[in-house]
């Protein structure tokens, strides 16, 4: 009778171990780490349910990451969203069973910036965009925050949109769309990092003498208003261009556990749940019906699509990553100045630079800080040149005010400018990433011929981009621009400014 009344003290023991209590279920729930604020909803779940929920806590992408299709450690997943975990399902193949998921909060990935900075960008447009944002910060007047891409779902959401605005097509990005890096200018105002949206806040909490705007999560900046940890609250702009929403999907790894699965999610989704889950996390109801917080707005604009190629995320990431996204640039422009460039055809030239230093509508091509330019005005000789280093406003003036000229030659020495131009390019070469730009509008009618030029070697590792304006002769450009990897922009065929971002970071 005593070994019997042992082994059943035992069982009750590896029970209560297993369940955190009599009647209690446990359930590990790999989860985003912004969701550790739940902690008091979920004591509210255990009571009334009696389904205790371990949060295994890393960040989303991270997590996505760790998702293994059809072998799962964790009986539920909880991410802010499910986006990532679905391409890779796709590219792997995976045929069997996909994972039930529960929609059940929302929050858009927003800008809180500092007011008189929010009131700097909308100066240029009441609805402030994703490319006024990069303009911005290319320009040196906007430093931001942003949790990094290949770890956290907010930083990965705010690349996705900035990438989707920069390829102007308003489709999920494909492939190759993100060929040519525009990022590039949008990067050098980032001036703090995090591996999750949470611990990114508590960074720019530390340093806002230090920072303009942060990019997160809408509820995650309104509980930071609301902190008193901030010199003043921050602002919230909602992209007039786009906006990718966190659904915060509810994901059933294990089979064996749906009864449990649906117990949870349909309190969850319960009205004076979802409640109380705005009250304390100020995230969106899912459930329709329930009134939103007073400092939520009902509407957020224009929803993005995520890309539906896991391809296009992972070029984002690697690019995120290389190093040289992050190493301003030295571009080396060779700009004819013939005679037959007076007139309309000047006054083009003059409107694309105007765009290109930021003085119109705001560009993904702009020139950015700590970016390096040498201007060349060519005739049948070098007529001016000019080094150019982008720090500010009176940089970009200058740049424009090197075209304010009426000294136009009567010749056209196309190729023995660009090879002027290789020499200086060679020396450049030596210490920073470098890029030709030639534009002509006439046929080669002095100096070295093309065949002659190209017998010439090319300053390794720097491109040519050639383009093609007027008559200029297509196929010598092309062959000469090609011969060095770089290509013919034809601006016949669309128009100046459309030429000269063809030739803007691409590698």
Known sequence: MKRLVAMLLAAVLVATACTGGPGE???SVLASSELADLGPILDDLRADTGIRLDLDLQGTVDAGTALTPGQYHHDLAWLSTDRYFQLKLRKSGFTGER????RIMLSPIVIGVKPPVAAALRSRHPDVSWADFADAAAAGSLRFAMADPARSASGLSALVGVATAAAGTGAALRPQDVVCDRLRGFRTGQSLTANSSSALVDLFAAHQSEVDAVIGYESTLLSLNASGRLAAPLELIY??????????????????????YERVTDWLKRPDTQRKIMERTLRRPATEGVPLEPRLPKSVGTALYFPDDQDVVDKLLAYYADPRGRTPGHVVFVLDFSGSMRGS???ALRAAFDALTGAGEAEFERFYRGEKITMIRFGGRVLAERDFAVEGPADLAAVRGFLDTEEFDSATAVWSALAYAYDKAAEFAKTEPVSIVLMTDGENNAGLGADEFLRRPAPPGVHTYAVRFGEADAAELGRVAAATGGRLADATATSLLDAFKETRGCR
């Open 239 to 260: 992209p007039r261009d786009g906006i990718m929403q966190s659904e915060y999907p509810l994901l059933l790894l294990d089979p064996g556990k749906r009864g449990a």
């Open 25 to 27: 279920q446990r359930l």
């Open 99 to 102: 994972p039930a998921a529960t």
């Open 345 to 347: 055809r000047i006054t």
